[in-house]
């Protein structure tokens, strides 16, 4: 599991909604929404006053129930674009250097 699936299983198990563990970190219910997609991480401050609410060991908030720590996927942003299509003509004006 990722850090963000253990927060949002252990939040929903509580019955608190991302609106309350907010209150209780006093962040924004978008922070708890970024992190339990695994969008952001929490800053420490915030991950060691998660272990105290949920009860629970630092590394069994990040490591989850198993004990083994799930990498997320990489973002979907698609690469820039290239400059230069492959198979792409060179410009007209290019003249290529040639021994004399």
Same mark, same amino acid.
Not at 33 to 38: A, N, P, R, Y
Not at 52 to 58: K, P, R, W, Y
Not at 74 to 80: G, I, Q, V
């Given at each position: 599991? #990722?850090?963000?699936?253990?927060?949002?299983? +252990?939040?929903?198990?509580?019955?608190?909604?991302?609106?309350?563990?907010?209150?209780? !970190?006093?962040?924004?219910?978008?922070?708890?929404?970024?992190? &339990?997609?695994?969008?952001?991480?929490? =800053?420490? =401050?915030? !991950? +060691?006053?998660?272990? &105290?609410?949920?009860?629970? #060991?630092?590394? &069994?908030? $990040?490591?989850?129930?198993?004990?083994? $720590? &799930?990498? %997320?996927?990489?973002?979907?942003?698609?690469? %820039?674009?290239?400059?230069?299509?492959?198979?792409?003509?060179?410009?007209?004006?290019?003249?290529?250097?040639?021994?004399?």
């Amino acid at each position: 599991m #990722t850090l963000g699936q253990n927060i949002c299983r +252990l939040r929903t198990e509580r019955g608190l909604s991302q609106g309350d563990l907010a209150d209780a !970190l006093d962040v924004s219910r978008q922070s708890i929404s970024k992190w &339990e997609t695994d969008a952001s991480i929490p =800053e420490l =401050e915030k !991950l +060691l006053r998660l272990s &105290e609410l949920f009860h629970i #060991t630092l590394d &069994e908030l $990040v490591k989850g129930p198993g004990g083994s $720590v &799930e990498t %997320p996927p990489p973002p979907r942003n698609p690469p %820039p674009p290239r400059r230069t299509p492959p198979g792409s003509r060179k410009p007209s004006s290019f003249k290529p250097w040639t021994a004399r």
